[in-house]
C-alpha cells in the first residue's frame, strides 16, 4: 500500500518562505502525477499545484509566481517551495497521488502551515 509522508509546515510570518516534502514508499513514483491540495478552516479542499510524471507543474491562481512544485523520481519525493507567503496561505496542505489505472488515488495526512501577519 502506498504511502505519502509529508513534512515542512509550521508557523511563519508573511512575507518568508516554507518548502514542503512529500516522501513516496511503496509507489511506481515516476509514473504518478502528485499534487498539493490545501484546506482552510471552514473552506473545502482545493488543488494548489500538480506536476505530471514529464515534469509540467500547474498551478492554482492564487499562487502562480509565489510557490514552485518539482520533484525528485530518484528520491520519490515532492515539494512544494512556497514563497511570499500571506495570512490566506495557512492551510492544512495534502500531498496527493493521483489515481493511475486501477491504482486508486492517495493522499498524504497533511502538514498545517501557519502564516501569521
Known amino acids: 500500500q502506498v504511502q505519502l509522508v509529508e513534512s515542512g509546515g509550521g508557523l511563519v510570518q508573511a512575507g518568508g518562505s516554507l518548502r514542503l516534502s512529500c516522501a513516496a514508499s511503496?509507489?511506481?513514483?515516476?509514473?504518478?502525477?502528485m499534487g498539493w491540495y490545501r484546506q482552510a478552516p471552514g473552506k473545502q479542499r482545493e488543488l494548489v499545484a500538480r506536476?505530471?510524471?514529464?515534469?509540467?507543474?500547474n498551478y492554482a491562481d492564487s499562487v502562480k509566481g509565489r510557490f514552485t512544485i518539482s520533484r525528485d523520481n530518484a528520491k520519490k519525493t515532492v515539494y512544494l517551495q512556497m514563497n511570499s507567503l500571506k495570512p490566506e496561505d495557512t492551510a492544512v496542505y495534502y500531498c496527493?497521488?493521483?489515481?493511475?489505472?486501477?491504482?486508486?488515488?492517495?493522499w498524504g495526512q497533511g502538514t498545517l502551515v501557519t502564516v501569521s501577519s
Open positions: 496527493h497521488q493521483e489515481r493511475l489505472g486501477v491504482r486508486p488515488e492517495v
Open positions: 511503496r509507489s511506481i513514483f515516476s509514473l504518478n502525477t
Open positions: 506536476i505530471t510524471s514529464g515534469g509540467t507543474g
